[in-house]
């Protein structure tokens, strides 16, 4: 069996809350990227961890930190979410600096499967609109 470690997108973990449930749904049905392991008994997730947040162009090197606990636990592949995939500005660099840094290890775009490009972008508009409320504070009470 594969040992997989998934990575997924700190603001859909922690400002929309999820769950990683399609991504693990897919995990144990061998669905979407996983179905890649049915030849070595499938995948076991041994660990799920969240990108290190936009970093800026100049500190990528923070999930170098994250991604080594991954490595720890053993896995022999690491997948970019779906919403990695979908939404990240940072995923092609975050790749680039992990296979350097960890060249025994493969690294896989995807995880559950993909919803059609229409839905997709009703999903990406949900997103946006959430992200991206407007938070009042006191200052704005002040002000009125």
């Known amino acids: 069996m594969a040992r997989i ?28 990227k996983f179905a890649q392991y049915a030849d070595r008994g499938g995948a076991q997730v041994v660990g799920i961890i969240s990108c290190s947040g936009c970093p800026t162009l100049i500190a990528p090197e923070k999930i170098v930190r994250r991604v080594r606990t991954l ?21 092609k660099k975050y790749r680039s600096l992990l296979q350097k840094e960890f060249p025994k290890i ?18 990406d508009q949900f997103v946006k609109k959430a992200l991206c409320q407007q938070n009042l504070s006191m200052a704005d009470v002040f002000g009125k």
């Not at 998934?6 to 061998?30: E, R, V």
């Not at 490595?71 to 995923?91: L, N, T, W």
């Not at 499967?113 to 972008?121: I, R, S």
């Open 106 to 123: 493969e690294f896989v775009s995807g995880t559950h499967e993909m919803p059609d490009e229409g839905h997709a972008a009703e999903i």
């Open 71 to 91: 490595v720890a636990s053993g896995v022999d592949a690491i997948h970019f979410a779906y919403c990695m995939e979908r939404i990240c500005p940072f995923k």
């Open 5 to 32: 470690g998934i990575i997924t997108c700190s603001n859909m973990t922690n400002d929309m809350a999820c769950s990683s449930f399609g991504c693990l749904q897919d995990s144990h049905t061998g669905k979407g």
